[in-house]
């Protein structure tokens, strides 16, 4: 079992940035270097949707299309910590911001392919 708790989100001005933290734990003798980790979003009335995903050694991301260029993922395997650093946020990116993990490493954007999903961190970009 692996307990994700993410953390960083907020109220930004369009044109703002904001990181957001996932720290895991829990991981029942595996590191989180045997997940590969994903950034989800879900905005009011939306379904869930892939924003990002990072294999375990960090080798490989994947960005939605909507925020490639403005978003980077990244994961300090040593602090158990995944991070996505936010940048020009527009107004379409207001969402429940989740995190998940991936038993195997590699990378993956739908949904069903994640274990543990975190309780998310609410951010809001006004315009």
């Known amino acids: 079992q692996v307990q994700l708790v993410e953390s960083g989100g907020g109220l930004v001005q369009a044109g703002g940035s904001l990181r957001l933290s996932c720290a895991a734990s829990?991981?029942?003798?595996?590191?989180?270097?045997?997940?590969?980790m994903g950034w989800f979003r879900q905005a009011p009335g939306k379904e869930r949707e892939f924003v990002s995903t990072?294999?375990?050694?960090?080798?490989?991301?994947h960005y939605a299309d909507s925020v490639k260029g403005r978003f980077t993922i990244s994961r300090d395997n040593a602090k158990n910590t995944v991070y996505l650093r936010m940048n020009t946020l527009k107004p379409e990116d207001t969402a429940i911001y989740y995190c998940?993990?991936?038993?195997?490493?590699?990378?993956?954007?739908?949904?069903?392919?994640?274990?543990?999903w975190g309780q998310g961190t609410q951010v809001t970009v006004s315009s």
């Open positions: 829990g991981a029942s003798g595996r590191t989180l270097s045997s997940y590969a």
């Open positions: 998940a993990a991936r038993l195997g490493g590699s990378t993956g954007s739908n949904i069903y392919e994640y274990h543990y």
């Open positions: 990072i294999s375990w050694s960090g080798g490989t991301t």
